[in-house]
Structure formats: C-alpha cells, structure tokens
C-alpha cells in the first residue's frame, strides 16, 4: 500500500491557516492565523495574531503584525514553520 498526499503545495497562506512550528520535533506547536481590529489609531485595519490550539490551547502571541507576510516572518525565529492539512471544529 501507498500513501499518496494529496494536499496542494501552495505558498498562499490565509486567516484560518492551522500552522505546526516548532524547533525541537518533539515539541510541535500547532496554531491558527487570526485577525482582530485594532481600537488604536494606526495605519492597519487589521492586525494578525497566532492563537495555539494545541496543548496551550488559548494562548496568544501577538506580533501586531500588520500583514500575513510579516507575521510569518516573525514567526520564523522557529526552525520550522508549515501549514498544515487540517480541519479546525470548535465546539460550544
């Protein structure tokens, strides 16, 4: 049998993207890309975070990244940085 992965290369990364980062590979982070309005007079309307959904669930490092593209360029102080194939369900 062969596993065949099927997930697209791709290099565009959006709001909702899960992302696994970490630096040691028994150590994987997993975390979503999300957007919040800044009440702060600044020129961005929007601001990007990384909020962990793993085992810190909840917890937020917040670049005040102005773009997607800058946040993923903080984020790479981590030896790897992918996104991954993943369905996120939240549940009430």
């Known amino acids: 049998m062969k596993v065949v992965d099927k997930r697209r290369e791709t290099d565009e990364w959006h709001i909702g993207d899960v ?5 040691q590979p028994d150590d994987k982070n997993y975390g979503m890309i999300m957007a919040y309005e800044c ?3 600044i020129d961005a309307n929007n ?3 990384l909020v962990g959904i793993d085992r810190n669930a909840g917890d937020v490092e917040v670049y005040d990244s102005p773009s997607i593209e800058d946040l993923l360029k903080e984020i790479n102080v981590y030896s790897h940085v992918e996104k991954v ?3 996120l369900v939240v549940e009430d």
């Open 39 to 41: 009440d702060e007079d």
């Open 47 to 49: 601001l990007y975070c």
């Open 85 to 87: 194939n993943a369905h």
């Open 19 to 23: 992302i696994c980062y970490y630096n």
